[in-house]
């Protein structure tokens, strides 16, 4: 009995050393709706694809580009009439036979224009910011999924589509809390071989799932195949 109890002692020493772990990819994106329109586009054809530069969706705009067109003319325009009221206001200045009550109303006149200019442009701003929110582009990034059609009317917040970095793996393990620290200083060997691999993140707060564990990540070289499971073990 003494000799099995050390036989499975010695199994579960080696085994407490070794983790299974799936190869993600290193960062994957939700992508949300920042602001709401219809759909008018959607490349379904990039689904299961890396995306060079490529338009994955487009949010109608057409009202917003109307808008900022015509607020660009009117901020050409005010800059013209501010540059006429603000000479107008140095010639009263000069005249000594004006006023002050006139020229603090040509005063007051030049700069009740420019907040009003300050104002289209602020809203200049904002279309072109709603506009580039509209049309969404991903580069160098897996679409893996897309959740809407063309025709639907988003709200801000609503889930496009889900991209996915592969420019790298990541592995994610639980090691037990009076572990992990040691195993930062192993070898770390994947599928019975030896990596110049370290741990890229060991999380110093018990996890919510696994409280006994701190959650680690080890970053390494993108694989032919993510979703594998492999095995790690530190040595």
């Known amino acids: 009995m003494r000799i099995i109890s050390i036989v499975i002692l010695l199994n579960l020493s080696i085994w407490a050393n070794e983790y299974f772990a799936k190869l993600q990819p290193l960062e994957t994106y ?12 959607v490349n379904d054809s990039i689904k299961g694809l890396k995306s060079n530069k490529t338009t994955i969706i487009k949010i109608d705009s057409k009202v917003d580009k109307v808008e900022l067109n015509q607020t660009r003319n009117k901020i050409k325009t005010y ?8 000479g107008t206001l140095k010639k009263f200045q000069r005249i000594k036979s004006k006023s002050q009550v006139d020229k603090d109303n040509q005063k007051i ?3 009740n224009l420019e907040n009003q ?3 289209l442009i602020t809203k200049k701003a904002v279309l072109e910011d709603k506009l580039e929110k509209k049309l969404l ?9 897309i959740n809407v059609k063309v025709g639907d009317f988003v709200n801000a917040g609503t889930l496009l589509y889900i991209a996915d970095d592969l420019s790298k793996a990541k592995l994610e393990i639980f090691l037990p809390i009076d572990k992990a620290k040691a195993q930062s200083t192993k070898v770390i060997y994947i599928n019975g071989k030896e990596t110049t691999y ?3 993140k060991l999380y110093e707060v018990a996890d919510i799932k696994h409280i006994s564990s701190y959650k680690c990540e080890i970053i390494i070289d993108a694989p032919k195949n993510f979703s594998k499971l492999v095995k790690i073990e530190f040595k």
């Open 198 to 200: 370290k741990i890229s």
């Open 79 to 86: 800059k013209q009439i501010i540059k006429i009221e603000k």
């Open 137 to 145: 582009i991903e580069n160098n990034k897996y679409i893996s999924d």
């Open 109 to 111: 006149k030049v700069l």
């Open 117 to 119: 200019m300050a104002d």
């Open 30 to 41: 939700n992508v949300k709706a920042s602001v709401s329109g219809q759909i008018i586009y």
